[in-house]
């Protein structure tokens, strides 16, 4: 069995900086990448707000970057999965799916999380062309435009907020005849201006020659007064929730109610010593780039503290 001071699962921003930072550390880590190498940001073309690169990047050179730094400091970057992980004791006991087993100190988690849509053909054809799931990485691009959000929680009255201020106008699609959000986040989308609640409503598809000029409603669906009507918009974007990445670790981590791993506050460890969860896997706040990065770095210094104080290291 491969022995590992710190075994890392997932090639995000959370991952490969956890990487850099255990492998300059000593740790000598293993980053198993799985089957979205370079993670999320490889489904998107230039990023704008990752510091550091005036004119934005291309989000896909960007991880290409992050994987030959974690390379070049030392860390052991494999491809695959990680099918099974045993957290009942330590060293913790995870198989890849070749059947390799690994005994691993400690276990830095970066699986990272993905945007629920809502199943429409239409969103896979106008990915990256007027549909997104993410009002802070692709709001800048709607400026005095207008644009639609779906969803009708706390999120979802956040991005369309995000958006008034740039758009000039929002509607927010909402499938129920009332908003799910806490009472003063409906309040303040009800008295925003240039924000229109379409309530009973769903999409039922998209529509634009170059990217999306518009999209299909319907209003009271199944009801006798059922209406199908179209609006013009230039952004549609999703705001009905996150699927965090932690099947593996259910009924061994805490987990809060969507799924997101529960780390201590300030910190990335989570309910089990020597187990640490950093990136959009434990984060259903602000899910971006720079912060997995963030908090990658915190993980991999918290695990070689942890290691130290063991006398492991
Ligand atoms: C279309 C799009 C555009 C975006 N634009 C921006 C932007 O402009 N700016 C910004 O800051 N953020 C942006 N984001 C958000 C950003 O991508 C995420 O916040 C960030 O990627 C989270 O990084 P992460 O490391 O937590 O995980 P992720 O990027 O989600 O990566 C998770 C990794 O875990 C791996 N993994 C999962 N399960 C296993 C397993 N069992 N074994 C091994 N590996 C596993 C996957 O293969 C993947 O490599 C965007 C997201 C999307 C989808």
């Known amino acids: 069995m491969e022995k590992v001071k710190t075994l890392i699962i997932g090639s995000g921003p959370a991952g490969y900086t956890a990487a850099i930072y255990a492998s300059r550390s000593n740790l000598q880590p293993v980053l198993y990448r799985g089957i979205q190498p370079g993670g999320q940001l490889t489904t998107t073309t230039i990023i704008e707000n990752f510091p550091g690169f005036k004119d934005g990047i291309d989000a896909n050179q960007l991880m290409m ?45 970066a699986t990272g999380a993905s945007a629920k849509y809502l199943g429409l053909p239409d969103e896979e054809k106008y990915r990256g062309q007027g549909v997104s799931a993410c009002a802070t990485c692709d709001g800048f691009f709607y400026r005095k435009r207008t644009v639609a959000v779906v969803g009708g929680g706390d999120t979802a009255c956040e991005e369309a907020m995000y958006l008034s201020g740039l758009a000039k106008k929002v509607y927010m699609i909402v499938r129920k005849p009332f908003l799910r959000a806490a009472e003063i986040m409906q309040k303040r ?16 598809g998209l529509f634009g020659e170059q990217g999306v000029e518009g999209a299909h409603l319907v209003r009271n669906k199944g009801e006798q007064n059922e209406e199908n009507y179209d609006i013009a918009i230039d952004g549609f974007f999703l705001a009905i929730g996150h699927t965090p990445n932690t099947e593996l670790f259910k ?11 529960i780390t201590k506050p300030r910190s990335t460890a989570t309910n089990i010593e020597g187990v640490y969860a950093a990136g959009d896997v434990a984060d259903p706040i602000y899910r971006q780039g720079v912060v997995a990065a963030g908090t990658g770095a915190m993980a991999a210094i918290e695990a070689e503290r942890f290691l130290q104080d063991k006398g492991e290291k």
Do not use: W, Y
Request: hydrophobic share 40%.
């Open 189 to 204: 989308v009800m008295e925003q201006e240039n924000i229109e609640i379409l309530f009973n409503t769903n999409t039922v």
């Open 251 to 261: 009924g061994q981590l805490e987990l809060d109610q969507q799924g997101f791993i």
């Open 65 to 109: 970057e992050m994987n030959q730094q974690a390379v070049n400091v030392g860390a052991d970057v494999r491809d695959g999965a990680i099918v099974k992980a045993d957290l009942s004791k330590r060293p913790f006991i995870c198989e890849d799916e070749r059947g390799n087993v690994i005994e691993a100190s400690t276990v830095i988690i």
